[in-house]
């Protein structure tokens, strides 16, 4: 395992290398804080939101899924505080220009770009969401703004998907999608950037429910990064004091990675009461609550919100994954990411790119594809190609070789202890199944 120090630099580079994630615009110069996922990046990037859809949603009972609007009216972000409230404080330094937030300044005297002490101006507040115009015309009835969080669509949604999935409190909506912050200070990679993806769910309980479902979703959510590969050891989940909770959370934790650079959020679970709700039913004139037909009362149900980055979640699982190993006097890199959320589950390998091996290995991975997301290599020496796979966390790799003409069988490799065994081509499907539960 590389040094912490190094860690980073080696995850970048190896990022970049084997298409994880690009510099966005690189030919132009690069855009600032902005990233394309590669071939492989956005593979891994779907599982990640594949695994969190398929715990939050596809294995429950009580949650629906959403998938509303990135534009909106300045009326949503009025009736939720965004307009008035979701703001950074800014100081400039006089001498290099450079621009910071003031909450993450060590030295709120002195300029971290270039070291100069009193040259910080006063901090003024710098609203973060991205304004933008709906229409032809560029004027203030034309005003909209892309959405800084997922989170008000689920909300003003409310009553649409009441009725519509006819589901009763404690229930949930969920949603994946982009958001936008205009981020004073963006960096450390992936992990703060202005254009992100969140995976969210609003989970709507009767009030004298709400410290009971809050504590529910904490566990649920510290436990699914556990599930999904990343050691306990670089995890924590930290409950925020009272100056740092929102107006409306009476209780909000996080869950936390340990970083290269220190501790940092991956998700957010709040305890957000009944404000959203009450908000948008005030702002809009709309009743937003639930009528409960067994004790014959109304009321607006309180919300537990577990906020999660995917693009965060991402990096945390390769950073957690990534591995140096001495092998027979060579350094082997390995990402040792679980099997859902790796970008390949299994390559297919002719051990030649002769064609009495490649028409086997072409109908092997036709076998395999409609189960799995494969790759499939045919160029260099089968020791290259493995590491490749090693370093692309691909767990399983199939070989076809010359003996397969004979006996009917592949030779199947497992990433983590590249023990190798021998498959029956008709058994393969059930031999890899039976290990990627």
């Known amino acids: ?24 615009a690189e030919i132009y110069g690069g855009f600032r804080s902005t990233y394309d996922y590669g071939p492989v990046g956005v593979l891994m990037l779907r599982n990640v939101k594949d695994s969190w859809w398929r715990s939050m949603v596809q294995m429950r009972t009580d949650v629906v899924g959403l998938d509303a609007a990135i534009l909106g009216p300045p009326a949503v972000w009025e009736a939720s505080g965004h307009l008035a409230n979701f ?28 070291g100069a002490v009193g040259t910080l101006t006063e901090a003024r507040s710098f609203n973060l969401m991205f304004k933008t115009h709906a229409g032809p015309v560029e004027d203030a009835g034309a005003v909209a703004y892309l959405r800084p969080e997922t989170a008000q669509g689920m909300f003003i949604n409310f009553a649409n998907v009441l009725t519509a999935s006819r589901k009763r409190p404690p229930f949930g909506i969920a949603q994946i999608g982009k958001s936008f912050r205009n981020e004073i200070t963006p960096g450390n990679f992936v992990f703060r950037t202005r254009e992100f993806e969140q995976m969210e769910l609003e989970f709507f309980v009767p009030p004298d429910e709400a410290g009971k479902w809050y504590e529910y979703w904490c566990n649920e959510r ?10 306990p050891s670089l995890l924590r989940m930290r409950p925020h004091d009272a100056d740092e909770l929102s107006h409306y959370s009476s209780g909000t934790s996080d869950v936390e990675f340990a970083f290269p650079w220190g501790w940092g959020e991956l998700e957010g679970v709040a305890n957000r009461g009944d404000y959203d709700l009450t908000q948008h039913a005030q702002h809009s004139g709309e009743r937003l609550e639930y009528f409960d037909q067994a004790t014959n009362s109304r009321y607006v149900p309180h919300v537990i919100e577990p906020a999660a ?3 965060r979640a991402m990096m945390a699982f390769l950073i957690a994954a990534y591995d140096e190993e001495e092998v027979r006097g060579e350094t082997r890199t390995v990402l040792r990411l679980h099997h859902r959320i790796a970008p390949y589950t299994v390559a297919v390998l002719p051990l030649s790119r002769k064609d009495e091996l490649v028409g086997p290995a072409q109908r092997v991975l036709e076998a395999l594809q409609p189960h799995w997301m494969c790759d499939y290599d045919e160029t260099q020496a089968i020791g290259r190609r493995y590491r490749r796979q090693d370093e692309l966390g691909t767990p399983y790799c199939v070989t076809i070789d010359f003996d397969t003409l004979n006996d009917g069988a592949v030779t199947v490799r497992e990433r983590d202890s590249m023990a190798q065994d021998r498959v029956p081509i008709e058994g393969l499907v059930a031999y890899l199944t039976d290990r990627l539960v």
């Open 309 to 311: 980055g995917a693009t």
């Open 1 to 24: 395992m590389p040094d912490v120090e190094d860690l980073m630099d080696k995850v970048v580079n190896l990022c970049k290398r084997r298409g994880f994630v690009f510099p966005s």
């Open 222 to 231: 510290y436990q699914w990064y556990v599930d999904h590969g990343i050691d």
């Open 87 to 114: 703001t950074d404080p800014l100081v400039d330094c006089r001498s290099c220009k450079a621009r910071h937030r003031a909450d993450h300044l060590d030295d709120p005297s002195t300029c971290p770009t270039c």
